[in-house]
């Protein structure tokens, strides 16, 4: 039968669980912060259709989207955009693992979504130390819900969490379960001697935790991890069916490349120095149907008003590339990874960030080698 206990079998086996979060993982039922239905494979699965199935689902190391385009029915063949989840519990564990969470921390969770976290953390420290925040009202009513059902009352606040909740700082330790292309200041100030723990980066790269330790108003520290989390609800940018992003196919300008795309979406240490100059566009590889092997990169801009694909056929050296709009987004990808390139293709761990009340800079090696 699935139960915490069998969750724990799997984190352990996989060898993530860590000593002081056992008894959480182990005591906590996932299944009182997931809805009955649920979203497996772009398709809802039901409990009372498939009990057996859903439990194994709740209970497996897995990640579970828990709503689809904010709560909102957008009608039958509306782009379906995941707004809330239930976080993959090895993923949960690799954060506090990174935070370094202590017996007696204040910890805030920024973006409570189901409470699940807030409950391993109430279970560790107390009720009493752990604080969450959440945008979304329906899930802030449903997370508390949540929370008392398995016995926890940590105070959880409905409001913006980039402005986070200053009544109950200061905190030891800042979590936060959204993506952030910029750290908040009002984080910083909220966590003063301490340590936020954040997945963070743009459009085009967002797949890094950024780890940072505060002191005398300045946070700073590097990065770590591969998270795939969701996009900050704050000034979040449009996404859709890709021809929801094409326009005036008719009026694009052509060229060559020598920059094979197959090639580039393994390059995953380049993507991150390219996200640095494309915050605001993101890549989509298209594969082509017909077992040839062939595919198109498309990079399209968050304001839709750009677009360029670049085409790979096996055996090639150079590839097609198609642009429009006021931007060259190839030129500009192509141009950040030369950039890289020139720079000695570093490692994403050689890159850091520094976060002040002006603002924040990314840098390599050193702190002021300053690179974005």
């Avoid at 976080?87 to 690799?94: A, D, F, I, Q």
């Avoid at 959880?156 to 969490?161: F, K, Q, R, S, T």
């Avoid at 940018?237 to 060229?255: A, C, E, I, M, N």
């Amino acid at each position: 039968m699935s139960s915490p206990e069998r969750l724990l079998e799997i984190l352990t086996n996989k060898g993530v669980v860590l000593p002081e979060w056992k008894d959480a993982v182990a005591s906590v039922r996932r299944e009182l912060f997931v809805p009955d239905t649920i979203e497996v494979d772009d398709r809802p699965l039901s409990r009372c259709e498939r009990p057996q199935r859903w439990l194994t689902v709740v209970y497996g190391d897995l990640p579970i989207v828990t709503q689809i385009n904010d709560g909102k029915d957008l009608g039958e063949g509306a782009y379906r955009l995941p707004t809330s989840s239930s976080s993959m519990p090895s993923v949960m564990l690799e954060m506090l693992a990174l935070a370094d969470v202590q017996e007696g921390h204040r910890v805030m969770d920024a973006g409570a979504g189901t409470g699940y976290n807030l409950a391993w953390l109430s279970h560790r420290l107390g009720s009493k130390n752990v604080f969450g925040i959440d945008t979304d009202s329906v899930l802030v009513e449903q997370a508390i819900k949540n929370l008392r059902a398995a016995g926890y009352s940590p105070q959880v606040i409905c409001g913006d969490a980039e402005k986070g909740y200053p009544d109950g700082a200061p905190y030891d330790r800042w979590l936060a379960t959204f993506t952030v292309p910029e750290i908040p200041y009002a984080w910083v100030e909220q966590t003063p001697a301490g340590r936020i723990v954040a997945p963070w980066g743009g459009s085009y790269h967002s797949y890094s935790f950024t780890v940072l330790d505060t002191r005398d108003g300045i946070a700073e520290g590097r990065f770590a991890g591969y998270p795939a989390f969701m996009r900050t609800r704050s000034n979040r940018p449009p996404r859709g069916y890709l021809r929801d992003f094409l326009d005036h196919r008719d009026q694009v300008t052509r060229s060559k490349t020598t920059l094979s795309p197959r090639d580039l979406e393994t390059e995953y240490e380049a993507k991150f120095f390219i996200g640095l100059a494309l915050p605001d566009a993101w890549s989509l590889m298209a594969e082509a149907d017909d077992g040839s092997d062939e595919a198109t990169l498309w990079i399209l801009a968050d304001d839709q008003k750009s677009w360029a694909s670049v085409d790979y056929v096996p055996g090639h050296d150079t590839f097609t590339v198609e642009q429009y709009g006021p931007r060259g987004l190839w030129d500009e990808l192509e141009s950040a990874f030369r950039l890289w390139e020139h720079r000695g293709r570093p490692d994403r761990d050689r890159a850091g960030l520094t976060v002040t009340a002006e603002g924040q800079h990314v840098w390599l090696d050193t702190p002021d080698n300053i690179i974005d």
